[in-house]
């Protein structure tokens, strides 16, 4: 019989992803589901992008690459950096992986203990905590609610901290909550870490181009220097570009960190494609302009979803500065009686009978970290988003 490895026991697959087939299932059986689950644009790659990639395989760049990625890729995201972020990297301290989710799993590979701990602002993109618990360390969850713009505060940092602590992670723009850190948000982390030298700091700055009303990104390493040589600053393709299948993301580090982290990837993929990473570079290298076209488009959707779930009787939602979500409050729709006679008494159960009876698809806040809420992706159309968000309306206004 078939035995797993102990490692993957209290792992399972993705909810998110769950739930995407549960949706499909009831599509394929006649059901007109809307999916707000996954976080995707649904914008298409820019064609220069795609035209790039056709021109490295026309010219035979169809081999494996160098390790780290090609020297042009590692140039111009040390181009990117330079100019977007304020940060200067050297070759060696950039590294390029099948999607930011591998850069992750190599950072936590190559530097993590068994027992060794890692702190998780939560609500947390789920990806973090298993690639923790992967790779052998503790994750070590820190709640940080709506009514404290869901970022984790200096107080709750220091509390957290331990001897054993290697990581904290911090993602901004925020999977799932959308919450931004600016400058004054992170200042005092950062304090907190420069007293602590034992902790790394890993950046995920996967969404800085999705940020609204004038909000500004900044990034730890390049707010401050001091903390520079034990930060991992991690960005990607794939949201920015509209590049989610083609897997290419990136990180800026100390060469050290850089080297270990290689050192993992050298026996798992080798490479990342390398005609995505061709693609790539026209991406970073390409028209920028577009971007803040998509952010518009954005915005009005942010507008559009959170005005209309505030509207919706027992749903409460902060405005998120960024990304494309919304983390809806959803703690006063459990416990009651839905016309059907049951009782939901978790978010998971409230997603479930939505998905059921309104036919839309949201994830449960708990698949985060965090119960009590649930996350609408909403990179759809304005038309699709009007009405799912009427399904939902519609559905709460049962629950008495
Ligand atoms: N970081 C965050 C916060 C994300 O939400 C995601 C995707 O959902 C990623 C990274 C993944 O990026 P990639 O497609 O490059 O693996």
Not at 39 to 51: A, I, L, M, R, S
Not at 165 to 179: D, E, F, I, K, V
Not at 290 to 315: E, I, K
């Amino acid at each position: 019989t078939f035995r797993p490895a102990e490692r993957i026991a209290s792992l399972g697959v993705s909810e998110i992803l769950q739930i995407g087939a549960r949706a499909s299932a009831r599509k394929a059986a006649g059901h007109d589901v809307i999916t707000l689950g996954a976080g995707e644009p649904d914008f298409d790659t820019p064609d220069h992008v795609k035209q790039a990639a056709w021109d490295a395989m026309q010219a035979g760049e169809t081999k494996y690459t160098a390790l780290t990625g090609t020297t042009a890729l590692k140039d111009a995201i040390a181009r990117k950096f330079s100019r977007e972020n304020g940060i200067s990297y050297a070759s060696d301290e950039i590294i390029a992986c099948t999607g930011a989710k591998q850069v992750i799993y190599n950072a936590m590979m190559a530097t993590l203990d068994p027992g060794d701990e890692v702190i998780i602002p939560t609500p947390y993109w789920v990806t973090y905590s298993d690639i923790v618990e992967l790779c052998g360390g503790i994750p070590v969850l820190v709640r940080c609610e709506a009514d404290q713009g869901f970022r984790l505060t200096a107080d709750q940092l220091r509390r957290a901290i331990t001897d054993k602590t290697r990581w904290l992670m911090l993602n901004s723009p925020s999977n799932p909550s959308g919450a931004a850190y600016a400058a004054p948000d992170l200042c005092p982390l950062i304090d907190v870490l420069l007293e602590n030298p034992q902790v790394w700091l890993m950046v995920d700055d996967m969404y800085e181009h999705i940020l609204y009303d004038d909000f500004r990104h900044v990034t730890p390493a390049a707010l401050c220097p001091s903390i520079a040589p034990r930060t991992l600053t991690i960005n990607g393709v794939s949201k920015a570009f509209a590049m989610t299948g083609w897997r290419l993301g990136y990180a800026g580090g100390p060469a050290d960190l850089i080297s270990a982290m290689a050192i993992i990837q050298s026996q798992s993929t080798s490479c990342p494609s390398s005609i995505t990473q061709a693609a790539a570079i026209a991406a970073l290298d390409g028209p920028q302009d577009f971007l803040a076209d998509r952010r518009d488009s954005f915005c009005q959707r942010r507008d559009l979803v959170v005005n209309r779930l505030n509207d919706t009787p027992g749903l409460s939602c902060r405005r998120p500065e960024g990304a494309f979500y919304a983390f809806a409050e959803c703690n006063d729709l459990l416990g009651v009686q839905t016309p059907e006679g049951g009782v939901l008494t978790t978010d998971r159960a409230l997603c479930n009978w939505l998905l059921e009876t309104a036919d839309v698809a949201v994830i449960p806040g708990s698949a985060f970290g965090l119960p009590g809420y649930f996350r609408i992706s909403y990179a759809a159309s304005i038309e699709t988003l009007e009405t799912a968000l009427t399904r939902i309306e519609q559905a709460c206004r049962q629950l008495s």
